[in-house]
């Protein structure tokens, strides 16, 4: 980070009375513990200061110190509509476009006049900020948040607990608890600060992956049993869970969070997608090992993006329209590789 991008921010920050906090729709630990973390910094030196998410965020995380004080948008969306135009200053946190806030939210991301800053490691940001801290080389949004507080803006200021516990979930699930995307030695560093701020993280694992409802469990097993299609002949594999199943099995939020990284548990998978039908849409994530770039992958056939290693879109259309669309993509890489 520049040094007179913080210089630019201390400054809005003498002016800032208000603060509020976006962060992306089906929000993941990634995007709640960042936002978090910064609404605890900033609640804890005076300021005024909101967390919206767009939609409401999985089950498994509402544990987490502060979750009970976050705006879900679809449950009062003129509460979070006025908590962003009120704003001073304005934290866009893992997203790089506001579209990826949700219809509902998107104007007003866009029409506020809040000092903006982005804190993101998704590549291409699509956003204009007044600061925007962004790189992919990192492990989640969550060690950008630390490095932010930590590292410039407030150095060698102590890190708190709760702080510590939000930035903990942020790294560990957006990085299959530092199985992906951890090859950086800073990373370690950032983890091992949060240890000593007291983060207990044999309990953070079972508050966020030993904390499943039976549901997760059922559309798992449908999903590994029934609707899994492995094509080794492209290195590929895919998934899918049809609006019918996620109604059948009692679907609640959050409950098909990372079952698309099974497919890249066979040996012969480099690349894999999971397929959910929501009502007039169908979510795609993208993930992969080694050199296959499904960023790259879901710009190009998907208008979607992310990571090279995870990333995702929406297909408007139906399910089978959707697979289709995707075998031909599988194809057509294959052979542009030959």
């Not at 908590?83 to 476009?97: H, Y």
């Not at 509902?104 to 590549?123: E, G, M, P, R, Y």
């Not at 049809?242 to 679907?251: A, I, M, P, Q, V």
């Not at 990333?311 to 590789?337: C, K, P, S, W």
Request: hydrophobic share 40%; with cysteine; net charge negative.
């Amino acid at each position: 980070m520049e040094e007179q991008d913080i210089r630019k921010i201390q400054a809005a920050l003498k002016e800032t009375k208000a603060i509020t906090i976006v962060f992306h729709f089906n929000p993941d630990g990634d995007a709640v513990g960042s936002a978090l973390a910064l609404y605890h910094y900033f609640k804890d030196e005076g300021y005024d200061v909101s967390v919206i998410s767009p939609n409401p965020f999985p089950d498994f995380l509402q544990w987490m110190p502060g979750a009970e004080s976050i705006i879900v948008a679809q449950e009062n969306l003129t509460e979070a509509r006025k908590r962003i135009k009120a704003a001073d200053m304005l934290f866009v946190v893992d997203m790089n476009a506001p579209h990826r806030a949700g219809q509902d939210l998107q104007n007003s991301l866009l029409k506020s006049t809040a000092f903006k800053v982005l804190i993101d490691h998704h590549v291409q940001p699509e956003i204009n900020c007044d600061v925007m801290y962004s790189t992919h080389l990192t492990t989640s949004a969550s060690e950008l948040v630390y490095n932010f507080l930590y590292l410039y803006l407030a150095p060698g200021k102590p890190v708190t607990r709760e702080i510590a516990d939000c930035l903990y979930v942020g790294i560990i699930t957006d990085t299959g608890s530092m199985s992906y995307t951890c090859d950086f030695p800073e990373s370690y560093t950032v983890l091992r600060r949060l240890i000593e701020a007291g983060v207990n993280g044999e309990e953070i694992h079972r508050r966020v992956y030993d904390n499943y409802t039976e549901s997760r469990m059922k559309l798992l097993g449908l999903a590994l049993s029934q609707r899994m299609t492995v094509l080794p002949e492209y290195g590929a594999s895919y998934m899918y869970l049809t609006k019918k199943d996620l109604t059948e099995n009692g679907f609640q939020i959050g409950d098909t969070e990372g079952f698309v990284n099974y497919g890249l548990s066979m040996k012969t998978v480099h690349y894999t997608a999971f397929f959910t039908e929501r009502d007039n849409r169908i979510r795609v994530s993208f993930r992969s090992k080694g050199i296959v770039d499904v960023n790259l992958f879901a710009r190009k056939y998907f208008e979607g993006g992310g990571h090279a290693n995870a990333a995702g879109a929406f297909y408007h259309g139906t399910m089978e329209d959707a697979i289709a669309h995707f075998l031909n993509a599988v194809r057509e890489t294959a052979e542009l590789q030959q």
